[in-house]
């Protein structure tokens, strides 16, 4: 998907920079408007001391997907090249509606200093189109041990376990074990939960109680606060449009991290048999959570790709020869992992170190 890159060179001033937190900043980096083949030059700046930077573009619409072209650092290096999407230190999705790159989401490449640029290829109908992004800097301290600030959305769960919503849900035992479960989890990443946020949704309860494809999801996610947290909305059901019920969603990887009113500024997380399985709800929580935070699947299970990790197993065991990996074919390769496509309580219990690394730069990761 090489192209001519074409687009705007403007990059927003210091003024526009709003203080989300001690160390992290958000920046409206402005209006980008592509060539008539769908490419626009996007540049963000990292500061100095930078341990993280994440520029994200967008809306554009749930029936139009958009990928980095490429991505170069500020020493003016192709980092990431869509012609060889697994090579290097960086990943880039193929996503609607809001486009996230996040660096870093891998101790290859790390965050630095300097004028970062994105080349976002719009692949819609309607050329030439224009998009708002915005970037994310995290700048200070690095630590092993970290702490993640949540927030736990009730979106019509009320009848699951004995009126589970935010009054109860401090004391409400299901919410409190998955918890639990997902801090143990957790600590294999050196995470801690820190603030837990309990809040019922304030929006249209009857439509996002079950979420309905990937649209109202997303428009789901905008509802997220603008704070330096990861927001779990709690829904009766996921379905992606084929009848069957998913375990949870992501925005990401990554999410757009400390920064709210995006659609993909959270996860969905379907609590529906929280109370006869807490653990599972966990799992789902610590792993759809770990993608927010930018981490990838080890080995994608239909053997597509695998996420920049050297520490984390690549799977190629397909057995039956069925073209997917499953977590008996790949239980010594990679399916006692977290981020494994198909996690499975009580199997898939660990992190990599190079995960734990990445989770510790994420800008909502607090040393």
């Known amino acids: 998907m090489s192209r001519l890159l074409v687009g705007a060179l403007v990059l927003a001033g210091c003024p526009g920079d709003a203080l989300l937190d001690e160390d992290v900043t958000f920046t409206d980096l402005g209006s980008f408007t592509t060539d008539d083949g769908g490419l626009v030059s ?15 573009c967008g809306p554009y619409g749930f029936d139009v997907l958009a990928t980095a072209d490429a991505v170069t650092d500020p020493a003016g290096t192709a980092v990431f090249d869509d012609d060889a999407p697994y090579d290097g230190g960086l990943r880039v999705g193929a996503l609607d509606d809001m486009l996230p790159v996040l660096v870093p989401v891998s101790p290859s490449l790390p965050a630095s200093a300097g004028v970062w640029t994105l080349s976002l290829f719009l692949d819609a109908s309607a050329l ?64 801690t939960l820190g603030d837990v946020r309990y809040d019922d949704f304030s929006g249209d309860v009857a439509t996002y109680s079950s979420v309905d494809g990937y649209e109202e999801f997303g428009e ?9 947290e990861l927001t779990f909305y709690f829904v009766q059901d996921i379905d992606l449009g084929d009848g069957a019920s998913i375990l949870g969603l992501s925005g990401g990887p990554p ?39 930018g981490l990838f699947h080890p080995t994608e ?31 010594d390769a990679g399916a006692d992992n977290v981020m494994w496509p198909t996690a499975q309580v009580g199997t898939a219990t660990t992190f990599s170190a190079n995960q734990a690394w990445v989770v510790a730069r994420n800008p909502i990761a607090k040393p």
């Open 255 to 293: 999410g757009i991290a400390a920064h709210g009113g995006t659609s993909k500024s959270g996860v969905a997380i379907n609590v529906a048999n929280i109370v006869a399985s807490p653990d599972q709800v966990a799992l789902i929580m610590a792993h759809e959570g770990g993608h927010f935070l």
């Open 42 to 56: 996007v540049p963000w700046e990292a500061p100095e001391g930078v341990v993280s930077s994440e520029v994200f």
């Open 220 to 228: 789901l996610l905008r509802t997220a606060d603008d704070e330096p």
């Open 128 to 191: 030439p189109a224009t998009v708002t992004c915005g970037m994310v800097n995290r700048v200070g301290d690095v630590a092993a041990d970290n702490s993640v600030d949540i927030a736990v959305i009730f979106v019509g769960v009320d009848g699951i376990s004995a009126g589970m919503n935010a009054t109860s849900g401090a004391g409400d035992a299901s919410v409190q074990a998955a918890l639990a479960a997902l801090g143990d989890l957790w600590s294999g990443l050196g995470v």
């Open 301 to 331: 299970n239909d053997m597509s790709g695998e996420d920049p990790l050297d520490d984390t197993p690549v799977c190629a065991t397909d057995a039956d020869a069925d073209g997917t990996l499953t977590s008996a074919e790949c239980a």
